[in-house]
């Protein structure tokens, strides 16, 4: 029952027929809520009974309202912006009738202070309510949500429920979509654009065309890329998937996305080193400079880089040398042979010369004291060393951008410019052959200011540029026993306000590969076999907890003249061998990591359309079908253990585990045509999954482990998977609307 009676609103004086706008209405109903509240909490005080009953009534009903709407109702879809407008719009012609209302009160003689203070009680007391029910609608749809992902028979009809509804949602969508004339089905070749997160200017395109109530509904972009995902899924387009250059015009290249010339800590000029990387028949090399002047710190006399580099200006005091790489790279890129990448090496570093500030391989904890990071909650014995120095905790580790001709410089210290002055003394200033590139200068590990100046650039093919994040630590820097504040500091996570952030302008906008093998970065020799401690698939799966959309690479890392020199490589699965092609496949996430690019590679795709890398929406295919194409020298005696990982609640700080394995022979392999097969796999719709393969190989000959890492096939709800505030208040407080007893609306 109402908590203020009417007559506590004032009695009414005849006002010789005025008649009022809305606006003086509002405006004079508005100086009398102050005094309307005052009154509104003395009644409550008044009657604590009466109020107790009036609340406990109102949250329960918005509550169950919210739980029910919670349980059936898929989150952030068209369904629930029209349940939301459903009951919006009763609330908005009620709230207007009683203000015309009002002012036909006053046209008939009630004086307009009393039918403003009239109002004022009313609005009170129905913003408390709404209040009431927002706190009980908020709270009753995650419930209901909870119970549609719980592990019982009562889950599993929400989900049923949830999922026949998305699918009604996509049918209507595509018919509207078809009847407007603005939607055109997707065909095979475009796939890709269907794969992949919006960039920026997609997502502006997408934020354009949608309205204020949208905006607040959907992510950018969410509601095409679903539409176009479900019209490809239901065309059945016969498209086969393989990675020989099949019917989807892809294939697999091989080589690595790290690397470092004399104009940083490195040995040898890019053109030279591109050129041996191709003669050595490499397919993609890249040369990633650091960015910061501190980068040869670690070398000293007797190091082989330092006479290399004598007399060479390191490129922040030389910037033209970052224009020389790029000049040098398109020089070697020899389109269908060989492809030249330029990057730069970003972060918080220390002596980057010497181990790049942190350790890149593993080490036993118990021989390194306190400093050790010892993680049980990850059940693993030995873990990475890390410092946690507080002046590092603004960004830790290190980033490679890619193809940007922008030269991003990181700050730490004041330059003096000395050894520039002395180098163009003595004439050793290299001639400017090329143009100087624009310099920006940001102060070290502040990711936030560089993504700020990042977001006004485009790489040289006019797209968004892509990042990898380097030697990932995720053990050390999720260290349990670390103070909580200091940790996730990797990446760049602490300049940012809070890790939405990070995640909505540094990870989703621009990150789209990790390292997860190791190239023994100091290591002068080459070698013929990939170490065990250089492989590190747990931070791969913790970056992917995280919620970071990134496939799985190998970074050589060379410092020391060998762009090849290991077995391992990044097997990139793209259509052309060309700067735009492999560019492509970075940015739509199709790579592997390897341990022989000659013995070991593949391809994994999901129910015959979408290959590794994809974002699938659950409303489109709640399950995968998942197949793995193993490709390399597969000789009959060879041994194979293929294993598919899954997490199947991103972002619950539970890493991937294995869902499914096979052990099969290299005839086994050859009978069933080079592709193995897994049962179903059936998304929870509520929950954001990730799924990729590993396979090892066990040469017959020499017993030699090689082990590969497919990039995810994520399966997730692309326009959100909570309910927005907006659709949990309006579910709760429609309520109000129903007859309920002992309530008065």
């Known amino acids: 029952m109402p908590l203020v009676s009417k007559s506590a609103a004032g009695a009414a004086n005849q006002n010789n027929g005025t008649e009022v706008s809305t606006v003086e209405l509002l405006q004079e109903t508005a100086q009398h809520i102050p005094d309307a509240s005052v009154a509104f909490a003395k009644e409550i005080y008044a009657k604590p009974a009466e109020a107790l009953l009036h609340v406990g009534t109102t949250l329960v009903t918005s509550a169950a309202m919210g739980a029910a709407l919670g349980y059936v109702l898929p989150a952030r879809g068209p369904a629930a912006m029209v ?59 995650e419930m209901g949500s909870r119970l549609a992902r719980h592990e019982s028979a009562i889950g599993s009809f929400g ?26 089905e997707a065909p095979a070749a475009n796939i890709g654009k269907i794969n992949v997160l919006a960039n920026a200017k997609e997502a502006e395109a997408g934020a ?73 028949g490499q397919h993609v090399t890249t040369i990633t400079d650091h960015n910061h002047a501190a980068a040869r710190g670690g070398i000293g006399h007797g190091d082989a880089r330092a006479k290399d580099q004598a007399g060479t200006p390191i490129n922040t005091e030389n910037p033209i040398s970052y224009a020389q790489t790029f000049a040098d790279a398109t020089a070697t890129t020899v389109n269908g ?17 010497a181990e790049h500030g942190h350790t890149h391989g593993m080490v036993n904890p118990e021989t390194v004291g306190e400093k050790a990071v010892v993680s049980s909650a990850f059940n693993l014995k030995q873990a990475r060393v890390e410092s946690n120095e507080a002046a590092h905790l603004g960004g830790v580790n290190h980033i490679n951008l890619f193809e940007v001709p922008t030269f991003f410089e990181a700050i730490r ?44 650039i485009v790489d040289k093919t006019g797209n968004t540029p892509i990042i990898q994040l380097n030697h990932p630590r995720y053990l050390a820097d999720e260290n349990p026993t670390t103070a909580a504040w200091a940790r996730g500091r990797d990446y760049g996570q602490k300049s940012f306000k809070n890790q939405k952030e990070w995640l909505e302008r540094f990870a989703d906008k621009y990150v ?21 401690g250089d492989l590190d698939p747990t931070s791969f799966a913790g970056y992917i907890d995280k919620k970071v959309h990134a496939s799985p690479t190998f970074g050589r890392d060379f410092h020391f003249g060998e762009p090849v020199g290991n077995p391992g490589a990044t097997g990139f699965y793209a259509k052309t061998l060309d700067k735009p092609g492999i560019l492509e496949a970075m940015r739509e996430r199709r790579t592997i990591a390897t341990t022989s690019s000659k013995n070991l590679s593949g391809v994994m795709t999901a129910n015959d359309k979408f290959v590794m890398g994809s974002i699938v929406d659950q409303s489109v295919v709640p399950s995968l079908s998942l197949k793995m194409q193993i490709d390399g020298v597969i000789e009959p005696t060879a041994a194979y253990k293929v294993k598919l990982w899954g997490d199947t609640k991103i972002g619950d700080g539970k890493l991937a585990t294995v869902l499914q394995e096979k052990d099969l022979t290299g005839a086994d392999l050859l009978q069933m045509a080079k592709t193995v097969a897994f049962d179903p796999i059936t998304g929870k719709v509520g929950h954001n999954s990730a799924y990729y393969v590993e396979v090892h190989r066990r040469d017959p000959i020499t017993a030699n482990l090689d082990r590969m890492w497919t990039a995810p096939i994520w399966l997730e709800q692309l326009a959100g998977s909570k309910h927005t505030l907006y659709t949990s208040w309006v579910t709760g407080s429609g309520s109000q609307l129903l007859p309920l007893p002992g309530q008065q609306h």
């Open 413 to 456: 210290e004041p330059k003096t410019g000395l050894r520039s002055f002395i180098m163009r003394a003595v004439g050793k200033e290299p001639e400017p052959v090329v143009t100087v590139p624009d310099v920006i200068k940001y102060n070290d590990g502040d990711y936030k200011a560089m993504v700020t100046h990042l977001d006004k």
């Open 512 to 532: 789209r590969q990790i390292e997860l093998i190791k190239g023994g970065a100091l290591k002068e020799n080459p070698v013929d076999k990939v170490a065990t």
């Open 83 to 141: 349940i939301g407008a459903a009951f919006t719009i009763p609330v908005i012609v009620s709230g207007y009738g009683r203000i015309e209302e009002a002012r036909t009160q006053i046209k008939s003689g009630v004086s307009l202070d009393d039918a403003s203070k009239r109002l004022a009680g009313e609005a009170v007391v129905g913003g408390f309510d709404l209040g009431i029910s927002l706190i009980g609608g908020v709270g009753g749809t």
């Open 159 to 184: 989900q049923t429920a949830q999922k026949l509804i998305q699918k009604g949602e996509n049918e209507t969508l595509v018919a509207l979509a078809r009847l407007k004339g603005s939607f055109s």
């Open 208 to 280: 354009a065309a949608l309205t204020p109530l949208e905006k607040g509904m959907f992510k950018p972009g969410a509601l095409t890329r679903r539409l176009e995902q479900y019209s490809f899924v239901n065309k059945n387009i016969e498209r086969t998937l393989d990675g020989g250059g099949g019917g989807d015009g892809m294939q697999m290249y091989f080589g690595s996305l790290h690397g470092h010339s004399r104009y940083s800590d490195g040995m040898g000029l890019p053109k030279d080193l591109y050129a041996k990387a191709a003669a050595q």
């Open 337 to 353: 042979k060989h492809v030249s990448l330029v990057g730069t090496e970003m972060g918080t570093t220390g002596k980057t010369g």
